[in-house]
DNA sequence: GAAGACCTGCTA
DNA sequence: TAGCAGGTCTTC
């Protein structure tokens, strides 16, 4: 699944692969709804013969500056990836003006290309984004003060802070050893510095690792050449459940947070009575 | 705040 | 063959 980490390292293999500067020449969609709400006419014309002059990123949008003043943003989701060579599954294809093309690949179809020309409107729905300095503690101790939600449930809205996803937000919850079920606004201020510093150690390994690929290629993240990512070595809780926790050897629990499966360890991440209680309250 | 919808390949 | 996986939007 492309979170911060996979989609970085996406935007940093297609810059390294030359697509700054490319014009798009024409283009092949074979999966429509991808691109609403404009219709596959409305979508080609708009972006033939446009030239891209940036690939960027805030959060999991890939942001595609164009010469056009419009800019294309492209949301992964699940099963999300660019490569240029094809397969089975590409949704769309971008033919290039030096003559490569690059396909986008989505097994699932669940990902989103936007062709806007305010991309302010939806970008600014998100909050900072996880590496930059705009995510910093204030503001992370400020965003959680208000929020009873589960701490698991907040770390994941990307209204809050942009970026992660199911695997690194059980990563770094584990890192700061905190129960995924904590109420936001009851964590210490040393759990929250905890959090804090977890969540951009996680994602900064994850970037260095360049993405974390845990199934098969079909509906796992691979990058622009179709390699796995080496995080996997380097993940501690996220799909470990009944392994024994790398801290402390007691085997990893699941549970369900947020309608989403959760791994930690019930003796590193133990929620205090008196948060609890309020959760019960909350719940 | 929670559940359903969108999807399809994989697993039990 | 049913159920699971998961990011985000929509609906309740």
């Given at each position: 699944m492309p979170e911060l980490p996979e989609v970085e390292t996406i935007v940093q293999q297609l810059r390294a692969q030359g697509?700054?500067?490319?014009?798009?020449?024409s283009i092949d969609v074979h999966w429509a709804p991808i691109i609403a709400p404009l219709s596959d006419k409305q979508f080609k014309h708009q972006l033939c013969n446009v030239s891209i002059t940036q690939v960027g990123r805030n959060g999991k949008w890939m942001i595609f500056s164009l010469d056009s003043n419009q800019t294309l943003l492209v949301h992964l989701r699940m099963a999300g990836s660019f490569s240029f060579s094809p397969s089975l599954y590409d949704r769309i294809v971008l033919h290039l003006s030096d003559k490569r093309s690059l396909y986008y690949r989505d097994t699932r179809k669940f990902g989103r290309w936007k062709l806007v020309d305010h991309p302010e409107e939806i970008l600014d729905k998100l909050g900072p984004d996880a590496l930059t300095s705009h995510f910093s503690q204030s503001y992370f101790g400020t965003a959680l003060s208000s929020r009873k939600r589960k701490i698991k449930a907040l770390i994941l809205d990307q209204s809050c802070v942009a970026g992660l996803g199911n695997i690194y937000a059980d990563e770094a919850l584990w890192e700061a050893k905190i129960h995924p079920c904590h109420p936001a606004n009851t964590l210490t201020d040393s759990q929250i510095k905890a959090l804090f510093h977890a969540i951009k150690k996680v994602l900064k390994l994850g970037v260095k690792n360049r993405g974390t690929s845990l199934g098969d290629g079909k509906t796992n993240y691979r990058d622009l050449d179709g390699i796995s990512g080496n995080n996997r070595g380097a993940v501690k809780a996220y799909g470990r459940a009944g392994q024994h926790c790398n801290r402390c050897q007691t085997p990893l629990e699941k549970i369900t947070v947020a309608q989403r499966g959760t791994t930690f360890c019930s003796h590193c991440q133990k929620i205090d009575v008196a948060a609890s209680t309020d959760s019960q309250k909350i719940s």
């Open positions: 697509l700054e500067g490319q014009t798009i020449c």
